[in-house]
């Protein structure tokens, strides 16, 4: 079975029947998406993980009430994963659209998560998306699909993960408006994690000053640092029960390294703060 019908895509009903995500607009962010979506133009969201890109895309989703495919993008993703491919069913040969040739033909937003993940030819697929064309060539059908007008392509990547590995070319990011996210003001992060979880404020409050005091030790050499969404799953550990230097080692510590020597220490450090 090919990995894209069980890893890399959720494909999600019409929007309005879904329950609103929350998510708190940190600047403009809301304004130029509506902007990108009438003006018809592709959007490239930047920034570390879970800093609410992905929940993003999902509120403007709703808000625009569009339907969404959400591919998540790995090294093996490939243009055929996208685009569609020819499956056996039975003594009959048919084929089998791809998410994003779905999205083209019905008009949903496409966002393709974490794309510099993908190989190379997924960037090529989605050139004549991404300017005057709006069009998409299935080169295994010989055809052209002209984009639905609700179609609206977007895209994500972490700019620091594996600097100079993987990175997109500037040929590709200047087909894109760009949006940088970066980790919400200590206040705005607070209400994020109690509003998602329902803890208390000043529990919200302690685990977000764990985060900051974490994402400022550089000295550690962390790949990814406390996220949002590590917060988040502290908060609702907590929230449900479990005691809360616990949850913090393992919704928050455990996730970062492995290193043994560095976990107790940012263990030892999260006890003296919660």
């Known amino acids: 079975m090919s990995t894209i019908d ?8 019409k929007v309005s029947y879904r329950t609103i995500p929350f998510y708190k ?15 018809k133009l592709p ?11 992905t929940r993003f895309v999902d509120f403007m989703a709703h808000q625009l009430e569009q339907s969404l495919l959400t591919v998540s993008c790995h090294e ?10 020819y499956i056996i069913k039975g003594a009959e040969t048919i084929w089998v659209d791809g998410p994003l040739t779905k999205a083209v033909k019905e008009g949903a937003i496409l966002y393709l998560d974490e794309i510099a993940e993908a190989r190379p030819d997924v960037v090529v697929a989605i050139h004549s998306l991404t300017d005057h064309r709006k069009e998409l060539y ?25 600097k100079g590995f993987k990175e997109l070319k500037p040929s590709t990011r200047q087909r894109f408006v760009a949006l940088s996210f970066q980790y919400p003001t200590a206040k705005d992060e607070t209400e994020i994690v109690h509003t998602e979880t329902g803890l208390d404020k000043d529990t919200s409050k302690k685990l977000v000053n764990i985060a900051n005091k ?24 907590i929230n449900s029960g479990l005691p809360k230097r616990l949850s913090v080692k393992v919704a928050i510590v455990e996730p970062l390294t492995d290193d043994l020597e560095i976990t107790q220490a940012l263990t030892d450090l999260c006890d003296l703060m919660i």
């Open 138 to 162: 299935i080169d295994k059908l010989g055809i052209t699909v002209e984009a639905h007008p609700d179609f609206m392509l977007v895209a994500s990547f972490n700019p620091g993960y594996q």
């Open 6 to 13: 069980t890893n890399i895509i959720r494909s999600e009903t």
């Open 25 to 39: 607009p940190i600047d403009r962010e809301v304004e130029v998406f509506q902007h990108a979506f009438k003006n």
């Open 76 to 85: 093996e993703t490939s243009s055929t994963d996208l685009i569609g491919r």
């Open 214 to 237: 974490i994402r400022n030790l550089t000295e550690l050499g962390l790949t990814e640092t406390v996220s949002t969404r590590l917060l988040v799953d502290a908060a609702m550990l």
């Open 43 to 53: 959007i490239l969201l930047k920034g570390p993980t879970g800093t609410g890109k």
